[in-house]
C-alpha cells in the first residue's frame, strides 16, 4: 500500500497554515494578504499534486486497465489484465459490470475489479443537454475512482469507447506521473456516424477529440497493420500493431463436452432437443447421443450443421443478410437439393435485439432453426469448439479493425465465412481458411457450397478445418510478451 500522511501531521501543517493566515490578516496590509493567500494557495495545490505522485515499492508493479464499456464483452481487456498478472503486476481493472467476467479473471488474486456505472445524463431537454451532462457526470465519476486508487505506473485503455476517458485518463496520468496507453480498437467517430452521419455537428466533435487527445498517449497499440499506418499517416501517431490473438480457451471441443453443452442448452431452447422417445441409459440431443452405460458420446449422422456466429447487436452488423441467405438455405432445400438442416445460433446481447429478433420470428422456416441465446464466458468457446461453419457479419465503420469473433473461430478451428471491408484480409484468406461474401446471395450460395457433403470430411469445409489445424500461429500470450510487455517494462 502507499504510504500516506499520518492524520497529526496533516493536522499540524493546516494549524501552521491557519495560524500564518491569521497573523497576517491581523497585521493588516491588503497587499500582503493577498500574497500571503497566494502563497498559502499555492502550497496547497503542491502538497496535493505532490501527495497524488506519491510513488513507493509497488507503484511500478501497478497498472490500471480502464474500458468505459462492459468489461465481461470485452476480451481483449481481459487478456491484457490476465497477460499482465501472469507477469507479477498488480491490476485495477475498471469497467462497467454488466455481464460476468471470465472466471480467469475473478480467480486471479492480482487483478482487483474497480465497477463504475453508466450514468445518464438528464432526462429531460433536448438531447444534446442529455449527451452534455452524462459526459460531465461520467469525467467526475472517472476523476473519482482514477484519484482515489495508488499510483500506477501506467493506464492501459481501450478505445473506443473514450470520449470522455481519453481525455480524464490523460490528465489522471499528467497529475500522477504515471504512462498513458491506448489500444486502438477502432475508431470512435466512425462509429457514431453510423447513426448520425458523418456531418453531424457531434460526430466532428467526436473526430476532433480523439485527433486531439490521441497523439498525447505515452505508447499506442492496434489491431491491425491498416489501423497502424492510418494512425501515422493522419494522425501522427506511431502505434505497435497487436493482433488479435486466440487465447487457449478457444480450441477444438470434445465430444463429450459437446454432448454436455448440448445437454444443458437443450433445457432452454427447443432447436437442441432430440424428437425421438427417450431411452434407457442414453441421453439424445438433436446432434449427439451418449450411451450412459459405457459413458460414450457419438454424434449422430443425419444431425443437422450447427452455424455459429455471435455478435453484439449493433448498427456495424446488418443480420438481415444472414437471415435472407438462411430463407435461401431453405429454398434449395425445397427444390430438391441434397443438404443438410441447420441449426443457426446468434449469440449476444446489444441494441438490435429484440429488433432482429422480431424478424426471425416471422420467418416460416422448416429446415432451419434459429436461436438467440446469452452464453456465460465459460460456454462460449466451448460452442465454438463444437460448430461446424462460423458467419461474421461485422463490417468496420473505420474499414481498419478485425473482429475477435473470427480470431476465436480459428482458434477452435472452425471455418468461417466472413461479410468483405478493406482489411479483411489481413486475417480471412479466402479459400484457405474460409470464404468472404458480399450480399445475402452470394452468402447463401457459399453455405450451399460448403455443407453439400456435410457431414462428411472430404468437401472444402472439411479441407478449411485442415488449414487451420495446420497453420495455427501465436497464441495470445506469445503475442503480449513479445509486443506489449516490452513497453509496460520499460524503465
Known amino acids: 500500500m502507499a504510504t500516506r500522511c499520518t492524520c497529526p501531521a496533516s493536522l499540524a501543517v493546516f494549524a501552521l497554515i491557519a495560524a500564518l493566515l491569521i497573523a497576517f490578516y491581523t497585521a493588516g496590509s491588503s497587499v500582503t494578504c ?18 497524488l505522485r506519491r510513488r513507493n515499492g509497488g507503484t511500478d508493479r501497478r497498472v490500471c486497465v480502464l474500458v468505459l464499456g462492459d468489461i465481461g464483452r470485452s476480451p481483449r481487456m481481459q487478456y491484457h489484465a490476465l497477460s499482465l498478472s501472469k507477469h507479477g503486476y498488480n491490476v485495477t481493472f ?19 475489479i474497480v465497477p463504475i456505472i453508466e450514468v445518464k445524463g438528464v432526462r429531460v431537454g433536448p438531447k444534446i443537454l442529455t449527451y452534455v451532462t452524462k459526459v ?44 498513458f496507453v491506448i489500444d486502438w480498437h477502432n475508431y470512435g467517430y466512425t462509429i457514431m456516424a453510423l447513426s448520425h452521419g458523418q456531418t453531424h455537428p457531434l460526430v466532428r466533435l467526436a ?32 502505434a505497435t500493431t497487436l493482433y488479435d490473438r486466440p487465447a487457449s480457451i478457444f ?17 432452454a431452447y427447443p432447436q437442441f432437443q432430440s424428437k425421438e422417445s427417450e431411452e434407457v441409459e442414453v441421453e439424445k440431443t438433436v446432434f449427439s447421443v451418449c450411451d450412459l452405460a459405457g459413458d460414450t458420446v457419438t454424434l449422430r449422422t443425419e444431425r443437422p450443421a450447427l452455424l455459429l456466429s455471435s455478435t453484439s447487436w449493433t448498427e456495424d452488423e446488418d443480420f438481415s443478410v444472414l437471415l435472407t441467405a438462411l430463407e435461401e438455405y431453405e429454398g434449395f432445400i425445397e427444390g430438391g437439393a441434397s443438404l443438410p438442416s441447420l441449426v443457426c445460433v446468434i449469440t449476444g446481447k446489444g441494441p438490435q435485439k429484440e429488433h432482429y429478433r422480431k424478424l426471425i420470428d ?56 466472413a461479410i468483405h471491408f ?38 472444402r469445409l472439411g479441407v478449411f478445418r485442415r488449414n487451420l ?8 500470450d506469445d503475442n503480449w510478451d513479445h509486443n506489449v510487455l516490452p513497453l509496460i517494462s520499460a524503465p
Not at 475498471?94 to 482487483?112: A, Y
Open 136 to 179: 460531465i457526470l461520467q469525467c467526475l465519476q472517472l476523476l473519482h475512482v482514477l484519484l482515489k486508487m495508488e499510483t500506477q505506473s501506467h493506464i492501459l485503455m481501450q478505445n473506443p469507447p473514450g470520449l470522455p476517458s481519453i481525455a480524464v485518463a490523460w490528465l489522471v496520468c499528467v497529475l500522477r506521473g504515471s504512462r
Open 34 to 51: 493577498s500574497v500571503v493567500s497566494l502563497t498559502v494557495v499555492t502550497v496547497l495545490v503542491s502538497l496535493w499534486l505532490w501527495s
Open 362 to 417: 416471422s420467418l416460416h422456416l422448416e429446415h432451419v432453426k434459429i436461436c438467440t441465446p446469452w452464453l456465460e464466458a465459460e460456454d462460449y468457446p466451448v460452442l465454438l469448439g463444437s460448430a461446424d461453419l462460423g458467419v461474421c457479419l461485422h463490417k468496420s465503420s473505420s474499414g481498419l479493425d478485425l473482429p475477435m469473433k473470427v480470431v476465436d473461430m480459428f482458434g477452435c478451428c472452425l471455418p468461417v465465412c
Open 469 to 476: 489445424r495446420a497453420s495455427r500461429g501465436q497464441r495470445w
Open 251 to 267: 480450441r477444438e471441443t470434445p465430444l463429450k463436452l459437446q454432448h454436455e453443452l448440448f445437454m444443458r442448452l437443450a433445457k
Open 422 to 459: 478493406n482489411c479483411l484480409h489481413e486475417l480471412v484468406k479466402h479459400g484457405e481458411n474460409g470464404l468472404i461474401f458480399r450480399d445475402s446471395r452470394e452468402l447463401a450460395e457459399q453455405l450451399k457450397s460448403l455443407l453439400s457433403e456435410f457431414p462428411g470430411s472430404g468437401g
Open 94 to 112: 475498471v469497467g462497467f459490470l454488466d455481464t460476468k467476467p471470465h472466471q480467469d479473471v475473478l480467480r486471479e488474486e492480482k487483478i482487483r
Open 207 to 238: 473526430k476532433w477529440y480523439e485527433h486531439f487527445f490521441g497523439p498525447l498517449a505515452t505508447h499506442n497499440l492496434c489491431v491491425t497493420n491498416a489501423m497502424k499506418v492510418d494512425l501515422q499517416n493522419n494522425w501522427g501517431i506511431k
